[in-house]
């Protein structure tokens, strides 16, 4: 009995002890679950944007599947103060907010959306739940110091680098090149190098101010009418439309609808240029001719170059850039914009002689233009969130360059080589043949 009771008492005692440890196991279980230190992600979106449709669902489900992360979202398009808070939590992470989405989490911060985005919200998340700090400000390589504007992220947006290829193909335009050849001819029949670099200077001055007012103008509309989706889908037609016609041109040019300047225009202009000269005796007379000149012709031009400052607007819209780094970012455009213009200016100033621009390179500059033109409009149509990544974006521009290649190819040696022509080729190859029959 005495030894029954023995082992009875002990049995009670292991019972209790593996109860116990039971009980403590089952508390630091509960207290492993529970002491996660909350994540904060705070994310500044705007209501229409396409970059926040997509980002807030992703975010929205990893709440769902990380209970300590506490989803904060704040509208900035249309709520003032959140805009400002936005403006304040960019400057702490010593950054210029530029658009949306713009997402902070720790130290970290993103600006725009695409998977991979999402993927490094994620492992942060998993990182400061598991007991570790978000850390790693952005590197060095993905912000840029811009006058004027400071410091802006390239990390999930290509602000900078659309607007400096797109500003480059808008500006080699054979319109305006056309006007500047043709004035920069007559100024030099004059012999004088002052007057060519008076008049030079002030014709490029007024055009690049009313193309930039122009621009200005387009961007403040859809800023008031806001980046919504109809409007996306607008402007894409609209750019559609713009790119046919530029690439009709470069198959056949000034044939039907063409965004050239007609040449029921040019001797007007023409005579607008002969007044600037017979202006030239004196210094005022020929700059207030010049400025009258130049207005008139940037305004002719519209029809030539609308299609691409309709596009840069929108994406500047779409992620809504403050008016500070509009003005910072047209800037660089209007310089990009002027770039070949400088170039027939400068080597008119320095030899005194003119280039000239023929239409075989006026019909190639349309197939540019309106290949890119194409491909921005398509990729807004189908999926606009490509033109927030900088890897994306240039991708577009890749494959807009290869397409124009290949359309070069295909028409100038493929097809020629089976003896099939189209467009003003047709006809050239038509007269030509019989000129060799009549031989």
């Known amino acids: 009995m005495h030894l029954n009771a023995v082992r009875l008492q002990r049995t009670l005692l292991v019972a209790l002890l593996a109860a116990l440890l039971l009980s403590l196991a089952g508390t630091t279980l509960v207290q492993a679950q529970t002491s996660a230190e ?36 704040y509208e900035v398009w249309y709520n003032d103060a959140n805009l400002k808070m936005m403006d304040q939590m960019a400057q702490q992470h010593g950054f210029k907010a530029s658009g949306v989405p713009t997402i902070f989490l720790g130290d970290k911060y993103w600006v725009g959306w695409t998977d991979e985005i999402g993927k490094e919200i994620e492992d942060t998340i998993q990182s400061a739940s598991a007991g570790g700090t978000p850390t790693a400000i952005q590197p060095e390589g993905d912000v840029i110091k811009l006058p004027l504007i400071g410091n802006v992220s390239l990390k999930g947006q290509s602000l900078l680098v659309s607007t400096l290829l797109i500003s480059f193909v808008d500006g080699v335009n054979p319109c305006s090149v056309w006007v500047l050849t043709m004035l920069l001819a007559l100024t030099l029949h004059t012999g004088s190098r002052k007057k060519v670099l008076v008049i030079g200077l002030i014709f490029l001055t007024v055009t690049a101010a009313v193309y930039a007012l122009f621009i200005t103008g387009l961007f403040t509309i859809l800023k008031i009418a806001s980046f919504t989706k109809w409007i996306q889908v607008v402007v894409a037609l609209f750019s559609l439309f713009f790119a046919v016609v530029n690439i009709k041109d470069y198959f056949w040019y000034k044939e039907g609808v063409s965004f050239t300047i007609d040449d029921s225009k040019k001797p007007g202009i023409f005579r607008s240029m002969r007044r600037v000269m017979d202006a030239s005796e004196s210094f005022w007379s020929m700059a207030g001719a010049t400025v009258v000149l130049a207005a008139g012709v940037s305004l002719v031009e519209f029809s030539c170059t609308a299609g691409f400052p309709v596009l840069w607007t929108n994406l500047l819209t779409a992620q809504a850039v403050t008016p500070l780094v509009f003005a910072g970012l047209l800037l660089l455009y209007m310089v990009i914009y002027q770039l070949d213009e400088m170039v027939i200016f400068g080597t008119a100033v320095f030899s005194l002689k003119a280039s ?25 149509l189908i999926k606009p969130a490509l033109m927030s990544d900088l890897g994306d974006s240039l991708i577009v521009f890749a494959i807009a360059a290869v397409a124009t290649l290949l359309v070069l190819l295909l028409h100038r040696r493929i097809l020629p ?23």
């Open 417 to 439: 080589a089976f003896g099939i022509w189209i467009g003003s080729e047709k006809e050239m190859h038509k007269k030509g043949a019989a000129k060799k029959r009549k031989h």
């Open 38 to 73: 909350p994540v904060v992600l705070t994310m500044f979106w705007g209501d229409g944007c396409p970059h926040c449709a997509e980002a807030k669902p992703y975010l929205q489900d990893l709440q769902k599947k990380y209970p300590n992360l506490e989803l904060q979202l």
């Open 356 to 380: 000239k621009l023929e239409e075989k390179h006026g019909r190639i500059l349309k197939l540019i233009g309106g290949m890119l033109m194409l491909t921005l409009a398509a990729v807004m």
